[in-house]
């Protein structure tokens, strides 16, 4: 059992993926994974329909990521995202949305 991580599967892929992780860079600007994410009109959808406390947190995660960037700076290390604590906030969200747009395409097509 000590060899398995419950929400990641074995361990040897949990440790591959907190390296990729870490190597990624943008946990040093304190930014989450989905908020990395590549704005297509179903990412821009599930934005939207976050709760306002999560959206107004995803807001200040960029702006502050991006104020690190014109500095040239990063968050000090005990302020990076960790890999454990990296919420993936947006997905349910964007399932909901894909399944929507996917819906709505095979209706299209068989109407």
Not at 57 to 71: D, F, G, K, V
Not at 73 to 100: A, C, G, S
Request: glycine letters at 4%.
């Amino acid at each position: 059992m000590s060899g398995y991580v419950a929400r990641k599967g074995p361990l040897v892929f949990s440790n591959m993926g907190k390296w990729a992780y870490n190597l990624s860079g943008f946990n040093q600007y304190g930014l989450h994974r989905d908020d990395c994410l590549f704005e297509t009109e179903d990412v821009k959808e599930a934005v939207r329909r976050l709760p306002r406390k999560k959206y107004d947190e995803r807001n200040y995660r960029i702006m502050r990521a991006l104020h690190l960037s014109m500095t040239k700076t990063i968050l000090p290390k005990e302020q990076w995202t960790k890999y454990e604590e990296d919420e993936k906030y947006l997905e349910p969200y964007l399932n909901e949305v894909v399944r929507e747009r996917e819906e709505r395409e095979e209706w299209v097509k068989n109407h």
